[in-house]
Nanobody
Framework: QVQLVESGGGLVQAGGSLRLSCAAS????????MGWFRQAPGKEREFVAA????????YSADSVKGRFTISRDDAKNTLYLQMNSLKPEDTAVYYC???????????????WGQGTQVTVSS
């Protein structure tokens, strides 16, 4: 298995930027597809972005496309989410997830981090 720990959350003003990190344990990080999800209070967990093993393919939800960028550094066992032009509606707990196999970009994730809070003020 893999353990995931998110960091980088905090309070930011609308229009600002924030970079989230997800540190993964072990030397098998490169074997997992990775994704970012978010969940606001009272709402269901929402897919944000995904990246393939090796980082050759990325996909972002329409709500964040053009503003958020997912990336990975396998040498550092770390997943990133660069968030620009943040909006109040981006406020949520952000989770990283790892998948050995996925049938879609948003399904099949096996391991989850504990989440990091992102709050965007207006």
């Amino acid at each position: 298995q893999v353990q995931l720990v998110e960091s980088g959350g905090g309070l930011v003003q609308a229009g600002g930027s924030l970079r989230l990190s997800c540190a993964a344990s072990g030397r098998t990080f490169k074997n997992y597809a990775m994704g970012w999800f978010r969940q606001a209070p009272g709402k269901e967990r929402e897919f944000v972005a995904a990246i393939s093993k090796g980082g050759g393919f990325t996909y972002s939800a329409d709500s964040v496309k053009g503003r958020f960028t997912i990336s990975r550094d396998d040498a550092k066992n770390t997943l990133y989410l660069q968030m620009n032009s943040l909006k109040p509606e981006d406020t949520a707990v952000y989770y990283c997830a790892a998948a050995i196999f996925t049938t879609t970009v948003s399904d099949g994730y096996n391991y989850w981090g504990q989440g990091t809070q992102v709050t965007v003020s207006s």
